[in-house]
């Protein structure tokens, strides 16, 4: 399977968290609960299409919201269940670009009764690269 990466270009990487999010919620529940907690408005958008080995297509659908008065994006993708047996519990994945107060963000996240459970990823010294998405997301404006 290809995996999707995160790519320290020119710093962007250190304006990009990642959280890993467990919630048995479907994807459309889980953007409106985050729009009315955060007054976010992540809405549907096109999905992210990935070959595997087998060349067969995985679709990994999306919420998305760009925030234009503070230049903040947010990607909330559904994680395929045909992956690996360790990232089964990873329902979804909470991308932030240039947001500010993620810690408040995913202590807020962690009360909420849905998810089960948050946990931010970060590449680690020994690999500078956290298996995820590709920097930017999308080209197209949201």
């Known amino acids: 399977m290809k995996k999707l990466m995160i790519d320290a270009v020119d710093g962007a990487a250190e304006q990009i968290t990642i959280l890993a999010v467990t919630s048995y919620e479907p994807i459309y529940r889980l953007a409106w609960l985050f729009n009315q907690q955060f007054g976010w408005n992540l809405a549907e958008s096109d999905a992210l299409s990935f070959m595997n080995e087998s060349n067969d297509i995985q679709h990994f659908p999306v919420f998305a919201w760009n925030d234009a008065e503070s230049g903040a994006n947010l990607y909330l993708v559904q ?35 849905e998810i089960m459970h948050v946990q931010e990823m970060k590449p680690t010294p020994q690999n500078k690269k956290t298996v995820i998405f590709r920097y930017p997301l999308y080209q197209n404006n949201l």
């Open 79 to 113: 994680h395929s269940e045909e992956q690996d047996t360790l990232m089964r519990i990873v329902n979804y994945w909470l991308r932030f670009e240039n947001v500010e107060n993620v810690t408040d963000i995913v202590q807020k996240i962690k009360e909420m009764v």
